[in-house]
């Protein structure tokens, strides 16, 4: 596949290189062109200018901090419709640092307001629970990836590189659910901060 990547961090720069790895083209663009090259130079994918990412693309990662999200989008043409038909796949987490409160209105899923900004874009929340070295060093076993959206080709999409990268994917239900799945990440992200690992918070096997 096609893959365009918004962003130059650790989770953009380790899912470019497994999906590199995994046979995909992938471009990656971020607002700074030094760190576009660094990271297209650590992962092995190409720099793209902004405008382009979405151009012949199968699939888009937005992979930056969630308040520079709108910046980003916007530069890429999202706003404008550049996006639209394809999946957004939306790993960002609008929550406090240190507290994990999510700071959408209730009721609200941040991917809801990438939605907003993205018209036509075919958004999947995933990819949101685990550190970006997770990606690059799997673990002995797969690690789930839970899933939200409402296209089914775009969840299908996302299921496919979720597997690509060692993950096992799982639809929660339709982005209505988003803002669950974010509340997770925010309950994740508070036990840590904490010093707890959030691991043995959640009981296993069937419930």
């Keep these: 596949m096609h893959i365009?990547?918004?962003?130059?961090?650790?989770?953009?720069?380790?899912?470019?290189?497994?999906?590199?790895?995994?046979?995909?083209d992938v471009g990656i663009g971020g607002r700074s062109p030094e760190r576009a090259a660094a990271a297209?130079?650590?992962?092995?994918?190409?720099v793209r200018r902004l405008p382009e990412i979405a151009r012949d693309a199968d699939a888009v990662l937005l992979a930056v901090h969630w308040q520079g999200a709108g910046d980003i989008l916007e530069a890429a043409g999202a706003p404008g419709g550049a996006l639209a038909g394809r999946p957004l796949i939306d790993p960002t987490n609008a929550v406090e640092?240190?507290?994990?409160?999510?700071t959408t209105a209730a009721g609200r899923a941040f991917a809801h307001h990438i939605a907003d900004l993205a018209p036509g874009a075919h958004v999947v929340k995933a990819f949101h629970l685990f550190p970006a070295a997770a990606w690059t060093s799997p673990?002995?076993?797969?690690?789930?990836?839970?899933?939200?959206?409402?296209?089914?080709?775009?969840?299908?999409?996302?299921?496919?590189?979720?597997?690509?990268?060692?993950?096992?994917?799982?639809?929660?239900?339709?982005?209505?659910?988003?803002?669950?799945a974010e509340e997770a990440a925010g309950f994740v992200i508070a036990l840590a901060f904490a010093g707890a690992d959030p691991r043995s918070a959640v009981p296993g096997g069937t419930p």
């Design 4 to 24: 365009g990547i918004l962003g130059t961090g650790t989770l953009a720069t380790a899912l470019a290189t497994s999906w590199t790895r995994a046979g995909h």
């Design 40 to 46: 297209a130079t650590a992962s092995g994918a190409r």
């Design 97 to 102: 640092h240190g507290i994990g409160v999510l």
């Design 139 to 180: 673990a002995a076993a797969p690690v789930t990836v839970a899933m939200c959206g409402d296209d089914s080709r775009a969840l299908e999409v996302t299921g496919s590189l979720v597997r690509d990268v060692g993950g096992v994917p799982a639809v929660l239900g339709g982005l209505d659910r988003a803002r669950q």
